[in-house]
């Protein structure tokens, strides 16, 4: 009996799983690629959620407690919950998996001053959406492998291999956007709600342009200047997200006589998620 229970605790060792979090789902698929059976991965915000005002279930919280690493990603609810994460589980370490990206700037906002409704303030903010970009992915990668090793440095063989694979595959998954992208003009505008393609469109030489405004559906002065836009622009199609609403993005298309296209950021399966919106901006230009 004591040969059975020293052989199930050396067992255990050798098949202990790190316990890691990410926020999003396309983050979780990163690290799965790289610390393949070695690791146990929550995502927090779950399929349909808006990630920039999500709120953790209760059960998520409770998960949170046996995590050895959390990997942020700087997407919105994170603003107020990361801290909350690191007070319940003052051993989790914190590592950003952006680190080294260069971020982009979000096109300027306007919103009045509160003090005073005809002063209206100017503003930028960095691009969260930074998994969209293949160039950003391998940075990410990267960032997942060094942590990985640091924190289970005997399977470092392991985690390099699939790093290198993961590596292959997303070139491959660049290559492939950049033939079913090859007779789109250059600079060519395609139209979204959510502003959230803007490292897709940097890294294949393309335009979006969104039609949410702070978060916010357009009043109908602005969806009448969005309606003429679209028509100088020649455009064929609206992508929208399931996470968000899609109301005033179906009027314009109603109005314009186009598609409305459904193709979220968020998708687990990242790589393909990109090819289908490369293959539907391809088809509708």
């Known amino acids: 009996m004591k040969y059975l229970l020293i052989i199930s605790i050396f067992a255990n060792y050798l098949f202990a799983q790190i316990n890691i979090a990410v926020s999003l789902l396309p983050q979780k698929t990163f690290v799965e690629k790289i610390a393949g059976n070695k690791a146990n991965i929550i995502a927090m915000v779950q399929p349909g959620s808006n990630p920039h005002s999500y709120e953790p279930k209760p059960s998520q919280l409770r998960e949170l407690s046996k995590v050895q690493i ?26 950003s998996m952006t680190k080294g990206v260069k ?19 100017t503003y930028v903010k960095p691009d969260p959406h930074t998994w969209t ?31 290198l694979a993961f590596l292959d595959e997303i070139n491959s998954t660049d290559k492939k956007i950049r033939e079913l992208l090859l007779n789109v ?17 940097r890294d294949f030489g393309l335009s979006q342009f969104p039609i949410e405004i702070e978060g916010k559906e357009p009043k109908p002065k602005v969806l009448l200047e969005l309606i003429k836009k679209a028509e100088e622009e020649n455009i064929k199609a609206i992508f929208t997200q399931s996470e968000f609403s ?5 009027s314009l298309a109603k109005e314009l006589k186009i598609k409305v296209i459904k193709e979220s950021t968020l998708s687990k399966n990242w ?10 901006i391809a088809n509708n230009k």
Do not use: C
């Open 246 to 250: 899609d109301k005033s993005a179906k």
């Open 271 to 280: 790589s393909q998620n990109l090819i289908n919106m490369a293959t539907a």
């Open 185 to 201: 003009p250059s600079d060519s505008k395609f139209m979204v709600f959510h502003p959230s393609w803007g490292y897709f469109a």
């Open 70 to 95: 959390y990997f942020p990603i700087h997407i919105g609810f994170e603003n107020v919950w990361l801290e909350k994460f690191a007070t319940q589980n003052k051993n989790m370490k914190i590592v």
């Open 133 to 163: 970009s293949t160039l950003n992915v391998k940075i990410m990668a990267k960032n997942i492998y060094n942590e990985l090793i640091k924190i289970d440095s005997k399977n470092k063989d392991f985690y390099k291999k699939n790093f």
């Open 103 to 121: 971020y982009i700037l979000m096109k300027k906002h306007k919103r009045k001053n509160t003090e005073n409704s005809h002063d209206k303030k």
